[in-house]
């Protein structure tokens, strides 16, 4: 497993896949403009997808490459810092608000719209979550460079290294489970666009929900297992505090695909604003002189 880990996750796969996404996202970028252009002539019928309807539509497509790759990074991160994976996960969260806004844009007749329109009130909100939610994740990459490494003798640093491969295990179970999960989705898709019915009934036709619903569900079971993993380790309270405040952010983040409106941004935000607190507990704990009996 640790074979396949590091083949998956070598730097010469990560350049490949990062290639791979930026020729895909530009290609999905220029076909999506066809199909709108070719669908507004009146040449083919897309008017049922919902995304052929207007040239800012065609964004959808790149961002959702993108996504992906952040979600390749994402696992990447899992067994080298708890931290930073949680950080992607909050920029993976604000890159489908981005998303989120140019659908918004595309809902609006700002010819005709007024400021008691329910839709111009969503794209305000959209932004402004957007907006919070980049200035946590600075805020939360300046309190990260602040925690200072600790000398660790050599039965922790043992440890340590026992921890990481185990965590490399999960990762490696993730990223099969990952394209599991992708493939499905896949099929329903196509069922879909063929048949007009959803081949998996869990499945909802919800563009910024599909996917990372069970992403998100998937992502949660493995931190609970690194975590409990890491009991087995690990007897440092602060330590064990910190991974568990961050499973429940991605908890809340879990929830939020399954509310809509104020709701929806508000578990959003707490969900960051939960992250950085418990960040700035544990590095105040690890910074500060530690107190002997």
């Known amino acids: 497993m640790n074979s396949f880990y590091d083949s998956i996750f070598s ?6 896949i990062q290639t ?3 020729t895909l996202a530009v290609l999905g970028f220029i076909i999506h403009l066809i199909l709108i252009g070719l669908s507004s002539i009146a040449i083919i019928d897309l008017s049922s997808y919902g995304l052929f309807d207007n040239p800012i539509n065609s964004i959808y497509t790149p961002f959702s490459f993108i996504l992906i790759y952040e979600i390749y990074l994402l696992v990447f991160y899992l067994p080298r810092s708890f931290t930073t994976s949680l950080l992607k996960q909050f920029e993976i969260i604000s890159l489908i608000l ?13 010819t005709t719209v007024s400021m008691a329109n329910k839709d111009l009130k969503s794209l305000f909100v959209d932004l402004l979550a957007v907006l919070v939610l980049a200035l946590t994740i600075l805020l939360f990459y300046k309190a990260k460079s602040k925690l200072e ?16 491969n185990l965590k490399k295990y999960v990762s490696s179970a993730l990223i099969i489970i990952l394209g599991c999960i992708s493939v499905v989705h896949l099929i329903d898709f196509l069922y879909s666009a063929f048949y007009g019915q959803h081949l998996f009934a869990s ?9 990372y619903k069970d992403f998100f569900t998937a992502l949660i079971l493995t931190d609970v297992l690194i975590l409990l993993l890491s009991y087995s380790f690990f007897q440092d309270y602060f330590r064990l505090l910190r991974n568990t405040g961050f499973v429940i952010a991605t908890i809340l983040i879990r929830l939020s695909f399954g509310v809509e409106g104020i709701l929806n941004i508000i578990l959003i935000l ?13 590095i105040n704990y690890r910074n500060s002189p530690q107190i002997e009996d």
């Open 11 to 16: 730097d010469k796969t990560r350049n490949s």
């Open 20 to 22: 791979i996404t930026t």
């Open 98 to 110: 981005v998303r989120r806004v140019f659908a918004d844009i595309t809902k609006i007749d700002f």
């Open 149 to 164: 490494e600790t000398p660790q003798d050599k039965f922790d640093l043992i440890l340590e290294k026992r921890f990481n």
């Open 203 to 211: 499945i909802k036709n919800d563009l910024n929900s599909i996917f």
């Open 270 to 282: 707490s969900s960051a604003a939960f992250g950085y607190a418990i960040l700035l507990i544990y």
